[in-house]
């Protein structure tokens, strides 16, 4: 069963947008936004350590292990954890179109359980934009990239520009995150680059 909220409706005059010109081609990794992000970053020991990939059009895929510190259940994996997972791979999916963006919203369907040790083959694509608004939707399958679906996804991401994180992080890690070259680099190309 799915029943998504209105707000993930996209309102009718939403454009389907296009690829950013200089986006990632087709099977490029996308690479770590954030050394530390729980989700995606090298850095992060606890993380998820997800790595995405461009796919055609505006669509990202992505695999996830799931390992024993993600169970909830005995042997499962935790439900929240998974949500993290789709989080993830639905926030690369700004990057095709060189937005920096937060999720507003995300609704889950949890389909069906996903034992400890399991590869989640996660696929997500961008439906819409209004605005600032990004809608998108993204879905989690085991046993392989075509098996059954385990997790079902739909997101609006809300764009924001870098001030969002320098006025609202907390300062020790956003003065080290200006004091990298790289970090500052990333994100203020996607300022330049409308
Ligand atoms: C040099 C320094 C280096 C730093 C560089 C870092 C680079 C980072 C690169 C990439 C980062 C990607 C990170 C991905 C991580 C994975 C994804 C996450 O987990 S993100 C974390 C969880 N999310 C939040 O923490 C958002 C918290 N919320 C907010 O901050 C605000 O509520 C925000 C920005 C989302 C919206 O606030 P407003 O004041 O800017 O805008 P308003 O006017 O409220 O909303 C704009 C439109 O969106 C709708 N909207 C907003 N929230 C909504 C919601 N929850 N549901 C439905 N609609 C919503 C509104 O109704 C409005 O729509 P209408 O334009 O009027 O049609």
């Known amino acids: 069963m799915s029943g998504t909220s209105a707000a993930l409706?996209?309102?009718?005059?939403?454009?389907?947008?296009?690829?950013?010109?200089?986006?990632?081609?087709?099977?490029?990794l996308l690479g770590a936004h954030y050394e530390h992000c729980f989700g995606c970053g090298e850095g992060q020991r606890h993380g998820l350590h997800l790595q995405a990939r461009a796919g055609d059009g505006l669509s990202v895929t992505a695999e996830f292990t799931v390992q024993a510190a993600h169970q909830g259940a005995p042997g499962l994996a935790h439900g929240g954890i998974l949500t993290t997972a789709l989080d993830e791979t639905l926030g690369s999916l700004n990057w095709l179109l060189r937005v920096i963006a937060v999720t507003g919203r995300l609704e889950t369907d949890f389909v069906r359980p996903v034992p400890v040790d399991t590869v989640l083959h996660l696929d997500a694509e961008i439906t819409a934009v209004h605005g600032r608004k990004i809608y998108s939707r993204a879905t989690g399958r085991i046993g392989g990239p075509d098996g059954p679906v385990a997790v079902r996804a739909e997101a609006l991401f809300i764009e924001v520009k870098v001030d969002h994180f320098i006025e609202n992080g907390r300062p020790a890690e956003i003065e080290a995150a200006m004091a990298d070259p790289d970090q500052v680099r990333r994100a203020r190309a996607f300022e330049v680059n409308p």
Request: aromatic share 0%; net charge neutral.
């Open 9 to 28: 409706k996209p309102p009718a005059d939403a454009v389907r947008p296009v690829r950013h010109p200089e986006a990632p081609a087709p099977g490029e």
